[in-house]
């Protein structure tokens, strides 16, 4: 019996956080673990590229994964990411124990060739340039560009480094990342200048909800504003961003995972809002929701916001010259 055809595959590198509570001193972490564990917990037929290192190799969170269905193609890595993330009064400190090392590309499964959608997902920008060669023309693609913006140095705190022209993000048809991680006088016209005409952008805000931006010749055309799905209570951020473009991407290549008709940017954003303020309800992987309990925190919102008398008042519409 022939398989189903992939929908998705993800690339990048599983990261090892430090974690006292964990026998192993760590958990398995890392952009594409997160990324390929929602999708396929929302249903689509996921593939991943997974650099890891030798402890990597073999955690029980890869297991995981392939019960959920993820289809994984391991690349051995002489060093893979490590973090030692430290939740402080002011905000998370992310302190880099070892850099990790490119993910170059490896050869594919020749079914994974068909696949529609891509998804490049960074956690140490250790995804080359190189991937886009290997992406076939017609596929939809998108970006964890906050993996992308880290400079890591063994010892030290993870910095953030400046946007700057890349091949990846050229090719890429949606692209993620938080307000946090660019300096706060960047504007959406100077990143959105990284991006081809027609991409959008998501800009996440934490509390604030956030925005997603289509690009145009000249800069923004047009600006969605969410708000923020309110969460039961917060155990780990760890992997929420993620987990929300994650959760984006797969409305865009199959709108009926929100269980809803038809194409709409403010339904796959409410959708994605619910996912990724799930993902922060348990530790690690274990808050990567599935499609039902998405779908249940859809409906609460929609009681709770009852009172809202219409879809503008969720998702406003801005004019991106002001």
Not at 138 to 144: K, L, N, P, R, S
Not at 225 to 237: I, S
Not at 254 to 271: E, K, M, N, T
Not at 293 to 303: G, I, K, S, T
Request: without cysteine; proline residues 8%; hydrophobic residues 45%.
């Amino acid at each position: 019996m022939t398989s189903p055809a992939v929908e998705v595959v993800h690339i990048g590198s599983a990261a090892r956080d430090i974690a006292p509570d964990d026998p192993r001193g760590w958990r398995l972490g890392g952009g594409v673990t997160y990324a390929a564990l929602t999708t396929a917990r929302l249903g689509l037929r996921t593939a991943a590229v997974v650099g890891v290192d030798r402890e990597a190799s073999t955690a029980e969170e890869l297991d995981a994964m392939r019960d959920a269905g993820v289809d994984i193609l391991k690349v051995d890595l002489p060093e893979g990411p490590i973090f030692h993330n430290i939740e402080t009064p002011t905000g998370r400190r992310q302190v880099s124990m070892a850099a990790g090392v490119p993910v170059e590309p490896v050869p594919l499964p020749s079914s994974w060739m068909e696949t529609r959608s891509w998804s490049l997902v960074p956690v140490a920008n250790e995804v080359p340039d190189s991937w886009v060669d290997v992406i076939p023309g017609h596929a939809t693609v998108g970006v964890a560009w906050q993996g992308m913006l880290r400079e890591m140095v063994p010892g030290g705190d993870v910095q953030r480094v400046a946007p700057s022209q890349r091949e990846i993000l050229k090719r890429a048809d949606l692209v993620g990342l938080s307000h946090l991680d660019v300096a706060r006088e960047t504007s959406l016209g100077d990143l959105a200048r990284f991006l081809h005409p027609g991409a959008r952008l998501l800009v996440t805000q934490g509390g604030q909800g956030g925005l997603l931006v289509t690009t145009g010749d000249d800069g923004p055309v047009e600006v969605l504003r969410y708000l923020p799905t309110p969460t039961e209570h917060e155990v780990d951020p760890t992997g929420a961003g993620d987990t929300f473009l994650a959760a984006l991407l797969a409305v865009l290549v199959r709108p009926s995972v929100a269980a809803s008709p038809g194409q709409s940017l403010a339904r796959a954003l409410r959708f994605a809002a619910a996912a990724g303020s799930l993902a922060v309800e348990d530790i690690g992987l274990a808050g990567v929701p599935d499609q039902r309990a998405v779908l249940v925190r859809r409906a609460r919102e929609r009681v709770r916001r009852a009172v809202i008398p219409s879809l503008t008042a969720q998702v406003g519409v801005e004019d991106p010259r002001q």
